[in-house]
């Protein structure tokens, strides 16, 4: 009778305390904990062989011969040796064993959570957000949170924030902030954006967000689930981009070819990830440059359309595309995105 009492004043009076520190801990290393690996990959760089010890440099590939400067002054080589008139030996410098690990350069060791704070939710930047079947009241709102998320790294390194290095690795954020949303359960708060959280059905959050369901006394009911967006990939996969801050993976071919026929490589370099750049900037400016006059000598770009988007759970989104030339020509394509830091960026492309 008594948890009956409890969960009937819950559910009508909606009085509801704010997450207790213990709650936004057990929230905040459960957040890290599905965010660790994206947020390595983000401050870890495999655009040389940095496992292999020593490393033999051409005296004409002043690319990389100017990146390992950077990282001789970081202390991550040695200085290099002459090997013959046309080589530069490179061994492994002091820094080397805090921050190559796995055959990559880390700037970090691992992320951690720095700080955690909870603000109030607009019912504006719900609805916004993708719960446009919530109407307001304070019941309502008071079963949502926003918890604002401010990530640190443990042993950082010192020279993360040169200008060559962030060139090297633009994903990579010393300082990260990040949000997720919260809802008021049962069996406590929890983070809308983790799966394990989620409730199963739509009427139950429905329920657990205090919203009458069908058939009841205001006359509104829910969507129907083939209405919600994302529902084919399961009822509650648009929950995962709930305030999602940025760019969408679908809008990335039609910037990064408008960027190529406009003549601006850095501009599409810049919306490159790490694995597409293995090449170094100079060499890939000179191929999307090379790609431009390829797109001019097919009267340019007439449209790029997107066919489809789909998730690649960890590994990102995949979005299948289709360039359309002025010449009548159509080239299909395909890549993989992966978001970082509220910015997506193309992880691998093919056609």
Not at 101 to 113: D, H, S
Not at 170 to 183: K, N, R, S, T, V
Not at 209 to 237: I, N
Request: proline share 8%.
């Amino acid at each position: 009778m008594l948890a009956g009492a409890g969960t009937a004043a819950w559910m009508v009076l909606g009085r509801i305390a704010a997450p207790t520190q213990a709650e936004l801990d057990t929230i905040g290393q459960q957040w890290l904990s599905a965010h660790q690996a994206d947020l390595m990959n983000s401050a870890c760089l495999s655009n040389f062989v940095y496992g292999d010890d020593p490393v033999y440099v051409s005296t004409y590939s002043m690319p990389t011969r100017n990146w390992l400067d950077v990282l001789v002054k970081a202390g991550v080589y040695a200085p290099p040796t002459p090997n013959g008139p046309y080589q530069l030996r490179y061994t492994h410098g002091p820094q080397a064993a805090t921050f190559i690990r796995g055959g990559r350069l880390c700037l970090a060791q691992a992320p951690r959570i720095a700080k955690l704070s909870v603000q109030p939710v607009t019912l504006a930047q719900l609805q916004a957000g993708g719960l446009p079947w919530l109407r307001g009241g304070k019941s309502t709102l008071d079963r949502f949170r926003e918890l604002r998320i401010s990530v640190g790294w443990q042993q950082l390194a010192a020279w993360a924030q040169w200008p060559q290095v962030r060139q090297e690795d633009p994903q990579f954020d010393p300082a990260p902030q990040e949000q997720a949303i919260l809802l008021h359960t049962r069996a406590g708060w929890k983070d809308l954006s983790d799966p394990a959280s989620r409730p199963d059905t739509l009427p139950a959050l429905r329920k657990l967000a205090g919203q009458p369901g069908p058939g009841s006394a205001d006359g509104q009911s829910a969507p129907a689930a083939a209405a919600m967006p994302g529902h084919h990939a399961g009822m509650f996969s648009w929950l995962s981009r709930l305030f999602s801050f940025g760019d969408p993976a679908r809008k990335l071919p039609g910037e990064f070819y408008q960027d190529i026929q406009s003549g601006h490589p850095d501009a599409a370099y810049a919306l490159l990830g790490p694995p597409m750049r293995v090449l170094g900037p100079d060499a890939m400016k000179m191929f999307l440059s090379a790609a431009r006059e390829q797109l001019v000598a097919a009267g340019g770009l007439d449209s790029v359309e997107v066919q489809s988007e789909t998730s690649a759970g960890a590994r990102g989104t995949i979005v299948r595309f289709v360039v359309k030339l002025r010449n009548g020509e159509q080239q299909p394509g395909v890549l993989r995105a992966s978001q970082s830091h509220g910015k997506w960026y193309i992880e691998s492309m093919s056609s």
